[in-house]
């Protein structure tokens, strides 16, 4: 079973081998499903929903890939500091945390929209999810 992750810069547990990354954003959702073993995420189709609507689809993806936790992305100035988006997204973890009950690891995601668009991504979205998913 996969333990409970302590929210902020939580490293996942290694009993945890599934996981679902999210690169929260308040239009979009870039979506990641990875696994530990083969050390590898496959950007999924990102979530182009808002709201409510946006919670029944993540739904169907963890009812879908049944990963063991959840990673998602909160971003911060490059100096740390945090802003608007960093607490929107604390609140989508929490959010995530309470709806699904599954452990919920919350990972520094400064550049990796950045790091996406440099590898020629065409979703930047689900490129930025797996680099967070790498960052777990």
């Not at 740390?80 to 690891?105: D, I, M, S």
């Amino acid at each position: 079973a996969c333990m409970s992750i302590e929210a902020k810069n939580a490293t996942v547990p290694a009993s945890c081998g599934t996981f679902l990354a999210f690169d929260f954003g308040t239009k979009r959702t870039g979506v990641a499903y990875g696994t530990r073993m083969l050390g590898t995420a496959q950007p999924q189709s990102t979530i182009n929903l808002q709201g409510d609507a946006r919670f029944v689809e993540i739904g169907k993806r963890i009812k879908e890939w049944q990963p063991d936790a959840i990673v998602v992305g909160v971003p911060f100035h490059p100096d740390g500091a945090p802003h608007e988006n960093t607490v929107r997204a604390q609140k989508f973890a929490r959010q995530l945390r309470g709806r699904f009950n599954l452990p919920v690891a919350e990972v520094d995601e400064r550049y990796s929209t950045t790091e996406a668009l440099a590898s020629g991504a065409r979703d930047a979205d689900a490129a930025s999810a797996c680099i967070i998913w790498r960052k777990a």
